[in-house]
């Protein structure tokens, strides 16, 4: 192997990858990265800005279920080592055109990690000389094991159930990726995060959205009652976690990655106002402008995650509550919409 390692990472124009990528090449100075991305809707250069000049990092613009791009780069760049963000992941629209979520989420996923397989490994649990370190680190989601009711959590041993059309698509790239580590002896690692939030997300994701309609003078639509719950996890927290399963996860295991802060979407509302209103105040408060509307086709109640597990075996710590992260956020967000 050269002395600089090349890893390809995938679908790192949009949220999490935005996020990861230039904390990444920070943190490891011998580490060449790839960044594979089809720049889709919800992918955007311009959150990979500051790391364009760095000549350890390379953008090419493709599909990861185009087979003959991705063996192209593993070749031409020696790729050693593979971390999947690439997905849809917008649950609305998974309801409204389910067929691109199955073609890139479980089409795209087979592709990656069969093209490594072949790569790295003679057959299977025998590996290529010079490849025995190489490791595919597939990014999913707490959707995958469906609803919980008022009490529980989802750890690693929760069984799947997911619910719509984008859960069911990362539950099926989750049990690929189970099976060439079982079948094939691949050194695979999954972690399943919860909600995500902070700079760079979509705008059409429910956080930057809050502050969007806010600043906007619109309503601020929230689902059903306002009473669906999420645990969210500030992004550079999830990059660390990341981090940490990818060099120090054990092969073929699961670790959750979760913020264990669980707060409904309505207090989520209520709170970006108040920051808001402190920030940038006008004559009466942002509160004012929420406003329910009809909710999300089977929208599941609440997801929280047991972290349990990535913090003792790896460590892992979330360093912001939601309080400090979104004040952060919306700090972000206001420097991008003024």
């Known amino acids: 192997m050269h002395d600089t390692k090349s890893i390809l990472v995938t679908g790192c124009a949009g949220f999490i990858g935005s996020n990861f990528v230039p904390y990444f090449l920070e943190q490891y100075p011998h580490y060449r990265i790839v960044n594979l991305d089809l720049l889709t809707y919800a992918g955007n250069l311009d959150n990979l800005a500051e790391v364009e000049g760095n000549e350890r990092y390379t953008f090419v613009q493709g599909d990861i279920c185009d087979r003959a791009l991705v063996e192209s780069l593993f070749e031409q760049y020696a790729i050693c080592g593979v971390i999947h963000f690439a997905a849809e992941s917008h649950v609305d629209n998974s309801i409204k055109n389910p067929g691109v979520f199955v073609e890139t989420n479980v089409n795209g996923t087979f592709t990656l990690i069969d093209v490594a397989y072949k790569t790295w490994m003679e057959k299977p649990f025998v590996w290529k000389e010079g490849f025995e370190a190489c490791r595919f680190h597939h990014i999913s989601t707490d959707e995958v094991y469906g609803t919980l009711g008022e009490t529980g959590l989802f750890t690693e041993a929760t069984p799947y159930a997911p619910n719509s059309p984008y859960s069911a698509s990362k539950a099926s790239s989750d049990m690929i990726v189970r099976a060439y580590h079982h079948t094939y002896g691949m050194n695979t690692v999954v972690t399943n995060c919860s909600n995500n939030y902070g700079p760079k997300q979509h705008d059409e994701k429910l956080i930057p959205t809050i502050i969007r309609k806010a600043l906007a003078g619109q309503k601020i639509p929230i689902y059903g009652d306002g009473k669906n719950i999420r645990d969210w996890l500030y992004v550079l927290d999830h990059c660390k976690g990341i981090d940490l399963a990818y060099h120090e996860g054990i092969s073929g295991e699961t670790y959750n990655i979760g913020g264990r802060n669980e707060r409904n979407n309505l207090y989520i509302a209520h709170k970006i106002c108040e920051i808001l209103d402190t920030l940038k105040p006008k004559a009466t408060s942002y509160q004012g402008q929420i ?48």
């Open 291 to 338: 406003a329910f509307v009809e909710d999300r086709a089977g929208h599941d109640r609440r997801y929280a995650i047991d972290a349990t597990k990535i913090e003792t075996k790896l460590g892992w710590q979330a360093e912001e509550n939601f309080e400090s992260g979104i004040v952060k956020t919306v700090e972000w967000y206001l420097r991008k919409y003024h």
